[in-house]
């Protein structure tokens, strides 16, 4: 392991299929990085079961987020890839972090509440400490840059901060974490409604594309995506849906928004729309080839998270053990 390179540590969790957003928004840029620095891309399974799980689909999304990391281009022999909970360094850490951390901290966080909104009493313990658990896996690799979305910096913010209350309490431990927001790539939206996030918890299946989805589904759903009577491609916030694809465009194409502006001039949306189309199953096809190829062989997929798991173990436990020595805890007898 090189000593010199700075510590990336990303996850996504396996509660719905993988979506467009997941792939521009992310493991796109993810892939990106694997040379510079020293990277571990988790699948978050304990983050997932905040919210109640059908127990075999989350096996099957498991893997298949896995599959898809490495179908999208990123090398297990580069980075390390495994699944959160073969490491019960993250759930132990995140026990002794809630410990130093505040209900009023939790209460603050905007994504819990929404979700307290939304689910009332029935809420879960596990979505209140979703972040501590969350702020454990960044810290017990001491990790320097957390490539995430807007709407996870909150919770990187909050990591630094038990970072430091931890450091300060007892003695340096932790490296102070950094939220890494992508100049490139861009946050892919809804398609039916470009106000929000495209989301693989949406109920509305034309909102999103998943990365498994078929080219004629991909289609159809950029057929139907909401634009505007304007009837120009423009980039402007006055024109949300066309921005929004134009988005995915630039994205997926390196194309710039004045090439395209130029390209559809006095066009209407349809060519537009149509090249949009071409651009996602041109980008995605091949990726969920891959996708089944590693899938059908268990035999690679296993020794992948297998070795993922063992060095994550490694590099953790070292953190951990830390951690527990300055609390105050007995060594176990050797
Ligand atoms: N909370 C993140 C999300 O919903 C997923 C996640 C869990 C994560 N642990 C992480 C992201 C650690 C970055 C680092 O997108």
Redesign the pocket.
Known sequence: MDKRKKVI?????PSGDLTLGNYIGAIKNWVKLQDDYECLYCV?DL?AITVRQEPKELRQRTLEVLAIYIASGIDPQKSTLFIQSHVPAHSEGGWLLNCYTYMGELSRMTQYKDKAQRYGDSISAGLFNYPVL?AA??LIYNTDL?P?GKD?KQ?VELARDIANRFNNLYSPTFTIPEPYIATTGQKIMDLQDPSKKMSKSDENPNGYILIMDPPEVIRKKINRAVTDSVGEVHYSDEQPGVKNLMNILISLSGTTAEEIEKKYAGKGYAEFKKDVADAIIAELEPIQKRVKEILADKDYLESVYKAGAEKAQYMALKTLRKMQKKIGFIPPAK
């Open positions: 540590f990303s996850g996504i969790k978050v983050h969350m896996d960044i957390v995430v996870q919770h």
